[in-house]
T-cell receptor
């Protein structure tokens, strides 16, 4: 069974600071997705990472994937309040499983002025 | 593109009543997913379909839950009879194939009294 662990689960940080959210998973995968969810809203796709070493950037967010370490990171640069949200990583088990995506529990990020 | 459409957006019902949630996936997408989100359990995959065929329903909590996809543009999730512990936000998502990026609908907030 694929397990996906995010840490931290809660993060409060100040505007202007940098921080990284980590996503570890337990089995072979070369497909990893990051989603954002605002309070009371749906999930919005942020990044699609499809190979080892993949790096994607959008504004102050950058995501990377290391399939050998089974690790993805979401790095926040010079945080601003608008980035406050819950961030989920989701992994597809490429070891032959047909279980769809497995989501982490989410990282609840609060950015304070 | 209208995105994934769900109805109703909010549903309040009494214990024991039948509840039917509806979803229209993005046109051309071959896979459809039903999720449930609660504070306690996070985001849980209930069932998913590929080409209108249910592939994995291991997440369906019990026999009170059933899902159908009679054609490529419509799916339902039915709860009969409903119980207060079914109160949650139910999301529908679709993707080109089951291993691709998923696009989420706005969700249905279900309250069972």
């Amino acid at each position: 069974e694929l397990k996906v662990e995010q840490n931290p689960l809660f993060l409060s940080m100040q505007e202007g600071k940098n921080y990284t959210i980590y996503c570890n998973y337990s089995t072979t995968s070369d497909r990893l997705y990051w989603y954002r969810q605002d309070p009371g809203k749906s999930l919005e796709s942020l990044f699609v990472l499809l190979s080892n070493g993949a790096v994607k950037q959008e504004g102050r967010l950058m995501a990377s994937l290391d399939t050998k370490a089974r690790l993805s990171t979401l790095h926040i640069t010079a945080a601003v309040h608008d980035l406050s949200a819950t961030y989920f990583c989701a992994v597809w088990d490429s070891g032959g499983g047909a279980d769809g995506l497995t989501f982490g529990k989410g990282t609840h990020l609060i950015i304070q002025p | 593109d209208a995105g994934v459409i769900q109805s109703p957006r909010h549903e309040v019902t009494e214990m024991g009543q039948e509840v039917t949630l509806r979803c229209k996936p993005i046109s051309g997408h071959n896979s459809l997913f039903w999720y449930r989100q609660t504070m306690m359990r996070g985001l849980e995959l209930l069932i998913y379909f590929n080409n209108n065929v249910p592939i994995d329903d291991s997440g369906m909590p019990e026999d009170r839950f059933s899902a159908k996809m009679p054609n490529a543009s419509f799916s339902t999730l039915k709860i009969q009879p409903s119980e207060p512990r079914d109160s949650a936000v139910y999301f529908c998502a679709s993707s080109l194939q089951f291993y691709n990026e998923q696009f989420f609908g706005p969700g249905t907030r279900l309250t069972v009294l």
